[in-house]
């Protein structure tokens, strides 16, 4: 085996991984709501003082589920053709970047310091455009010698 070939098998694990993960978070969130069905944390953080409106955004947070879902899935269906999905994982990474600096936009550093979003952002903002060129390098035609 050489080593782009092991470079695209690793790569395949890691980003089959993450496409099983965020089919996790999507299927949470789609299926339960803003009240999520747990699968994270059963800790109640809020509370419904308005139900009509809880309803509406609550529809719509099970609609962004149901994105998440299908990104995970094409994610894990990309693991089996990367050539084929190339643009489309490109695609994922890039909105994956975005969603990255938007989550940003809380402007709450006492929140984005602490580990478990600062971990999230790291894999956003960091790790999606490693991706995106790692991706690449195991794409690109083998240079001949002369």
């Known amino acids: 085996m050489n080593h782009t070939n092991i470079s ?5 694990v890691i980003v089959g991984l993450l496409g099983c993960y ?4 999507g299927l949470n ?3 339960g709501g803003l009240h999520t069905l747990g699968w994270m944390s059963n800790i109640t953080y809020f509370e419904v003082i308005h139900t009509e409106k809880f309803l509406e955004v609550d529809s719509h947070y099970r609609f962004y589920g149901g994105i998440w879902t299908a990104i995970g899935l094409f994610i894990v269906l990309a693991m089996t053709n990367l050539k ?6 490109n695609l994922v990474f890039t909105i994956i970047f ?10 709450n550093i006492d929140v984005i310091l602490t580990s478990k979003i ?3 952002l790291f894999i956003e ?20 010698s002369n």
């Open 22 to 25: 965020v089919v996790f978070l």
């Open 98 to 107: 975005i969603g990255g600096f938007a989550r940003s936009s809380q402007m």
């Open 84 to 89: 084929k999905y190339q643009s489309g994982l």
């Open 29 to 31: 969130n789609a299926l």
């Open 125 to 144: 903002i960091i790790c999606m455009p490693l991706l995106f060129l790692w991706l690449a390098k195991i794409l690109q035609p083998a240079k001949e």
């Open 8 to 12: 695209a098998t690793i790569f395949r």
């Open 118 to 120: 600062l971990g999230l």
